[in-house]
């Protein structure tokens, strides 16, 4: 008997067009016969509540949220995963029988994207610029993961205090907030360097984070989480010093290919997925 019934998963945002996780997602489908699909799907805010009980009444498999949806869809699932707890927010749906379980895969795809360059978290020194979102799962995951010390680096006082008394009194890292006021001079003994703020996104790419780069010391591993585009002028100034350094799509394919695994059970292969994004960005 011909099955014709795809299996449905997708992501909310609002905005969400230019979304580009659909890309990789079903070319990892393509790539193993999975007759599975993935819908960019516009929620608007006030609809969230409405559109997560969509997923349960079409069985979907799982789900990516995205701006603005990542905190406001916890009170609308069945469960959440430690981890995600302690970022505050969900960026993936898994689904457990006929429950919706919370889970957050950033984090934890930039851990998997730093062993590209054969970097190990445990016992870093990391400096960490933003406190969003993004910067919240990366701190998160890097101290679980063994990480010795975070320097959280923001502009906003109250969102940088937050994330380093959250690190301190929830895990084993040890955390300071500098507030980002002038040219930061990165410690020389710094690590793991991560542009985890929006600056430098689409089609603001001029924009350079404010830090001293004659500082840059050349055993720092830079990395920068901005997707689009992929090289951007931080991590070019940062190679000008000799630097090591990490664009945003090896965390973006790695948060992939974890709730993939959560969805379908299956590896995904990330070359496929990084391959079918750079096509999508030009790269
Ligand atoms: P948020 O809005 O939650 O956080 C933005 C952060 O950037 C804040 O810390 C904010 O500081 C800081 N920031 C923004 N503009 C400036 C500025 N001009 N000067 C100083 N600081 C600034 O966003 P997210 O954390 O969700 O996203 C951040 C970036 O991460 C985006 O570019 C997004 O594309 C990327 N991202 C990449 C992923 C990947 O897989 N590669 C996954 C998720 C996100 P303040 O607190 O002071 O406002």
Known sequence: MSNYKSELVGVLGFPVAENPTIVMQEAAFKDLGLNWRYLTV????????????????FNMQGINLTIPHKIAVMEHLDDIAPDAALIGAVNTVRREGDKLIGEN??????????KEASVDPVGKTAVILGAGG???AIAVEMAL????????????????????????????????????????????????????????????TTSLPDIDYEGLSASTLVCDVIPNPPETIFLKEARKRGCKTLNGLGML??????????WTGTEASPDVMKEALARAFNV
Do not use: H
Not at 47 to 54: D, K, S, T, V, Y
Not at 183 to 197: F, K, Q, S
């Open 42 to 57: 516009e929620v608007r805010p006030e609809q969230l509540a409405q559109a997560i009980r969509g997923v349960r009444a």
């Open 105 to 114: 895969t950033d984090g934890k795809g930039f851990i998997e994207s730093l």
């Open 134 to 136: 993004a910067a919240r």
């Open 145 to 204: 993961a063994g990480a010795k010390n975070l320097i959280v680096v923001n502009r906003s006082q109250e969102r940088g205090m937050e994330l380093v008394d959250l690190m301190n009194s929830k895990t084993n890292a040890k955390a300071e907030f500098i507030s980002w006021n002038g040219a930061y001079r990165i410690p020389g003994e710094t690590d793991i360097l991560v542009n985890a703020t929006s600056i430098g996104l689409y089609p603001d």
């Open 253 to 262: 394919v790695y948060q992939g290919t974890i709730g993939f695994k959560m």
